[in-house]
C-alpha cells in the first residue's frame, strides 16, 4: 500500500517550456487535491476534484490545467511554465463520507522554472 | 477572502519545553480546523476540530478550539527533538463536497538538546 505518490520528485524547466506531473492513490479516495507551496505563503490549493471525469478550480488556478481519467490518478499540466511557478507541488487524497476531512498528502514534486 | 493565521511563524525552544502554538481564522463558512505536521516532505495529520472547548489529544500533544475567538491551539508537552517540524493549520469550508482547506503559512518549531 503506497498511498499517494508523486512523479517526478524534482524537475529544472526553462521559461516556456511544458509538463505534467503525476499523482496516483491506490486508497480507492474519490477527492483528490493539488496544492502548491511557497515560502511564506502557506500551502494553496490550485485544483481539486470529486471524482472520475471531474475537475475544479480551487484558490490559484491560473497557468495550470488538470485531468482526472481514472479514479485513482490527478494529473496537473503546465503548458507555458513561468518563474513565479517554481515551488514545491503536493498531491492529496481523501475518502468522501465522515472521513473526508483527512487529506493524505504525497511527498512533493520540487520545480524550478529559470 | 478566507485568511488562516498562525504564530509565532517560528519557535525555538530546548528539549522537555512546553510550547503553544496559535491559529486563528477568518473564513466565511467554517466547517472544521485541521492541525498536520510537516517534516522534510509531506504533512501528515494531527487532529481534526470541530466542536468548541473539547480537547484532542494524543500522548505529548493536544489541540482544542474556541469558535466563540475564532481560533484553536496546538500544545506539545515535554518537547523531543523529533517534534521538530512546520506545524500548519487548516480550516476547512463547508463546500458540501470535497474538504477545501485553506491553510496558514505555519510555524517553524526547532527543539534544541
Known amino acids: 500500500n503506497a498511498g499517494v505518490t508523486q512523479t517526478p520528485k524534482f524537475r529544472v524547466l526553462k521559461t516556456g517550456q511544458s509538463m505534467t506531473l503525476l499523482c496516483a492513490q491506490d486508497m480507492n479516495h474519490e477527492y483528490m487535491y493539488w496544492y502548491r507551496q511557497d515560502p511564506g505563503m502557506g500551502l494553496r490549493l490550485i485544483h481539486y476534484s470529486v471524482g472520475e471525469g471531474t475537475t475544479a478550480k480551487g484558490e490559484v488556478p491560473d497557468g495550470y490545467n488538470v485531468s482526472r481519467l481514472k479514479k485513482q490518478n490527478f494529473l496537473l499540466g503546465l503548458e507555458s511554465a513561468a518563474p513565479s511557478q517554481t515551488s514545491v507541488y503536493f498531491c492529496?487524497?481523501?475518502?468522501?463520507?465522515?472521513?473526508?476531512?483527512?487529506?493524505?498528502f504525497g511527498p512533493g514534486t520540487r520545480l524550478t522554472v529559470t | 477572502e478566507d485568511k488562516v493565521v498562525q504564530s509565532p511563524l517560528s519557535l525555538v525552544v530546548h528539549e522537555g519545553d512546553t510550547v503553544t502554538l496559535n491559529c486563528s481564522y477568518e473564513?466565511?463558512?467554517?466547517?472544521?480546523l485541521l492541525w498536520y505536521k510537516q517534516e522534510k516532505k509531506a504533512p501528515t495529520f494531527l487532529f481534526m476540530l470541530t466542536s468548541s472547548g473539547i480537547e484532542k489529544k494524543s500522548g505529548r500533544l493536544s489541540s482544542i478550539l474556541d469558535k466563540k475567538e475564532l481560533s484553536s491551539i496546538l500544545n506539545i508537552t515535554a518537547t523531543q527533538t523529533g517534534d521538530s517540524a512546520i506545524y500548519l493549520c487548516a480550516v476547512d469550508l463547508n463546500t458540501g463536497t470535497a474538504s477545501k482547506l485553506t491553510f496558514g503559512t505555519g510555524t517553524r518549531l526547532q527543539v534544541t538538546l
Open positions: 473564513v466565511t463558512n467554517f466547517r472544521s
Open positions: 492529496a487524497s481523501s475518502s468522501s463520507g465522515s472521513l473526508s476531512y483527512e487529506q493524505y
